[in-house]
């Protein structure tokens, strides 16, 4: 059996996250860090930004913070997108991912 933690926190964290972990000083949404062993690793999640973009994309706070798991879980996985097939595929394994799981996104948010 595997673990995963989840911690919601808020933009400033996350922040401070970024920058002292991928040396990026700028707040974003989702934050993926490997763990070892039994355990899979660590999501941090801004809840700042998941009311914020749920309200910019007009679908609710759990639909994003959904999409904002499932994203972070696929890193965790050792998913990525940096290219534009990356992205695609990413984005078709997220979409199927909540539809599953019964959530549509708003059009446009991915």
Known sequence: MQTLAVR???DAELRRLNRDFSAEDAVTDVLSFQGDDSHLGDLAISWSAVERQAAGHG???ATELALLSVHGFL???GWDHATASEHREMTRVTVA???ES?????PGRL
Do not use: C
């Not at 019964?102 to 708003?106: D, P, R, S, T």
């Open 102 to 106: 019964g959530l549509e996104l708003a």
């Open 75 to 77: 890193h965790l996985l």
């Open 59 to 61: 679908h609710p706070p």
């Open 97 to 99: 991912a909540l539809r």
């Open 8 to 10: 919601l926190t808020d």
